[in-house]
């Protein structure tokens, strides 16, 4: 059977009050050569927002400019020296608030062998809600051996190496509200390593809400919708505990600034599922 379904999507929006704030609680880590980008971003006060770096220095081969609504400060370019660079950036409102945040941009390098950890960031979460992110890698040869090299996770959560050993897998229920930082290694069977290092962020409660609602499925006897949600787009999970009678549906327990993705699937009274709806992304302030 062939079910049709088609998605569509609301975020719902914050109101933000008072003095200005930078909102955007962590940076991405990633490796020389490749192509960087990431958004800092503020909100409240009054625009247009004035931008600087009060301390530190960027990465080699980064730049940073402001949006042209000025509500965000854009990092990009190609790294070009693995470090660590630590800096700070202020942000000024109009009416001369400010606000001022510190971030941690780890650089890492390909070895010889072409060994690197992809995945230059891994999602935020909340405490009690079930969280699943994989640390990625690539070049070398197989079979690969993961390693908290340092830090600690966030209680409640493990690590696990995937069966190909291409992957760590992060899972679990969080259960203290934290901002954890650890480090991530890497040892290709020949010898080489990669390192990278994450923050992470587990909030009390989530404070957003993603409200998805799409057309009813023209298919006959349908008894019910399911929603999936995932963290890169690969790896999906179903959300929702039973069938979904309506067309709507709202997932609050998703955590501040992450990025996820999601799709629904229509389900016949016979059981037989429809395929997924494309991916629709969504990034939470």
């Not at 009813?216 to 995932?230: K, L």
């Amino acid at each position: 059977m062939k079910i049709w379904l088609f998605l569509s999507l609301l975020l719902l929006g914050t109101r933000c009050f008072g003095n200005v704030a930078i909102t955007t609680t962590s940076l991405p880590n990633d490796t020389v050569g490749s192509a960087y980008s990431a958004a800092i971003k503020a909100s409240g006060g009054c625009t247009p927002y004035r931008w600087a770096i009060s301390s530190g220095t960027l990465p080699a081969g980064i730049t940073a400019k402001a949006s042209s609504t000025t509500t965000s400060f854009n990092l990009t370019g190609t790294p070009k020296t693995a470090a660590t660079y630590s800096f700070a950036i202020k942000v000024t409102g109009c009416g001369g608030a400010t606000s001022q945040k510190a971030y941690k941009v780890a650089i890492s390098a390909k070895t010889s062998g072409g060994l690197a950890i992809d995945t230059t960031s891994v999602p935020n979460g909340t405490v009690g809600t079930a969280y699943s992110a994989a640390v990625k890698a690539s070049g070398g040869c197989t079979p690969y051996k993961w390693a908290i090299a340092s830090g600690t996770l966030p209680a409640g959560i493990t690590a696990k190496a995937s069966s190909t050993t291409t992957s760590l897998n992060l899972a679990g229920a969080p259960t203290t509200a934290a901002t954890y930082s650890f480090t991530v290694k890497v040892t290709a069977c020949g010898g080489g390593t990669s390192q990278i290092a994450y923050k992470v962020v587990i909030q009390a409660t989530a404070n957003h809400v993603v409200d998805l609602n799409w057309q009813a499925s023209r298919s006959s006897g349908v008894a019910g919708y399911n929603v999936y949600r995932s963290p890169d787009g690969a790896s999906w999970k179903k959300i929702n505990a039973s069938f979904i009678a309506s067309t709507l549906y709202s997932d609050s327990t998703v955590a501040n600034s992450s990025t996820y993705f999601y799709a629904a699937t229509a389900v016949n009274i016979s059981g037989q599922e429809s395929s997924k709806t494309s991916a629709i992304k969504v990034v939470i302030p």
